[in-house]
Every structure is written in structure tokens, then in C-alpha cells.
């Protein structure tokens, strides 16, 4: 079993940065390849972004891709997500993903992750 805790969330005018973070209990971090995903309201989860099991391999998607930059630290359990740019259609509830699977398989939906954490929310002010 596997727990996820993002923070980092808050209130940011647009331009402004954020980061987020996502710690997992347990001593099998690296064995899973971790990803964001947001959902706005009215709006379906999507998918933001997602690193491989080493950190070698990312993904993003096309939206925040050249703002948005996702990291992991396997020494101390957590991904990061840095937010840069933002925009108020940044604007949602982020949460992290653990997948036994692959990075890729993550970002094309292939299959559910295997634990999700609860979500921190995001406001970006115009």
C-alpha cells in the first residue's frame, strides 16, 4: 500500500510560480513511475505530467509543457511539480499518481494508476 500527500498548493496571480509536492510512504517509491493529473471544475481529470521510475523519462502535456517541470527524489519519496507562467486556466485541483506501469503509459491513460493522493488545490488570480 502506497500513500500519497500533496502540499504546496495556493493562491497566485497569473505569471506568478508554485510548487508542488507529492510525498509517498513506504520503501517502493522507486519502483513506480509518478504523474500529475488536474481537475478543474466542470471539467474532466487530465492528465499534466509524468516522470519515469529513475527520473530519466518525462512527459508533459501540451499545455504547460515549456512552464510546468516535474521531478522526483527517490531518497526522500517525493515528486515535485514546479509551475511557472501560470494562467488562470491553471486553475484546478492537482494530484499526484503512482503507477506500477510505465511514465508512458501513465501520460496515454493505458490503464488506472495504482494510488492516487488526495489533491491540493490551485488558484491562479487574473
Known amino acids: 500500500q502506497v500513500q500519497l500527500i500533496e502540499s504546496g498548493g495556493g493562491l497566485v496571480q497569473a505569471g506568478g510560480s508554485l510548487r508542488l509536492s507529492c510525498a509517498a510512504s513506504g520503501r517502493t517509491f522507486s519502483s513506480y513511475a509518478m504523474g500529475w493529473f488536474r481537475e478543474a471544475p466542470g471539467k474532466e481529470r487530465e492528465f499534466v505530467a509524468a516522470?519515469?521510475?529513475?527520473?530519466?523519462?518525462?512527459y508533459y502535456a501540451d499545455s504547460v509543457k515549456g512552464r510546468f517541470t516535474i521531478s522526483r527524489d527517490n531518497a526522500k519519496n517525493t515528486v515535485y511539480l514546479q509551475m511557472n507562467s501560470l494562467k488562470p486556466e491553471d486553475t484546478a485541483v492537482y494530484c499526484c499518481?503512482?503507477?506500477?506501469?510505465?511514465?508512458?503509459?501513465?501520460?496515454?491513460?493505458?490503464?488506472?494508476?495504482?494510488?492516487w493522493g488526495q489533491g491540493t488545490q490551485v488558484t491562479v488570480s487574473s
Open positions: 516522470i519515469s521510475r529513475s527520473g530519466a523519462v518525462t
Open positions: 499518481a503512482a503507477t506500477s506501469s510505465t511514465s508512458r503509459e501513465l501520460r496515454d491513460g493505458v490503464r488506472p494508476p495504482d494510488y
